[in-house]
């Protein structure tokens, strides 16, 4: 086992992040990670490269890996393209359970942006993506 110098830093969040008791407890939108890739919620053909819903998996995907990695300002590149896909044409090949929960998760994720270093141009990706999505259900 690796010992930490004593000239390394403490860990940051994201050095942490993965453990099961950390991510319940650090956001709301960390509890929609295992629903959003359930067998029950996205059948298995909509991995394939060629399948329309694939654009969709790959954004809310980058949106989970990078979430866990703590990289907010491009967690937030990739809740804009999933929230512009979400209020286009092409969303329509999704069901209308996974495009609820989607927008779901991307809501969430703009709540936690909130407190988290955003860079250069999260900001306004979060301010275009909270424009672009559906209303909350019963809201």
């Known amino acids: 086992m690796r010992t ?18 950390c991510r319940e ?12 890739n359930s067998p029950e919620t996205v059948p298995g053909g909509w991995y394939r490269r060629n399948a329309p819903q694939y654009e969709m998996l790959s954004y809310v995907n980058h949106v989970i890996a990078l979430q866990l990695a703590g990289d907010w300002e491009n967690v937030t590149l990739f809740v804009r393209r999933a929230a512009k896909y979400l209020s286009s ?30 860079g250069k ?19």
Request: proline share 8%; charged share 20%; net charge negative.
């Open 89 to 118: 044409s092409s969303a329509e090949c999704l069901t209308p359970e996974y495009r609820a929960l989607a927008a779901d998760f991307l809501r969430a994720v703009i709540a936690d942006a909130g407190h988290e270093d955003l």
């Open 4 to 21: 930490a110098s004593p000239h390394e830093s403490t860990p940051q969040r994201s050095d942490t992040v993965g453990t099961p008791d």
């Open 25 to 36: 407890s650090m956001s709301p939108s960390f509890a929609f990670h295992g629903r959003l």
């Open 121 to 139: 141009f999260g900001l306004e990706f979060v301010e275009e993506a909270r424009g672009l999505l559906p209303a909350a259900a019963g809201a």
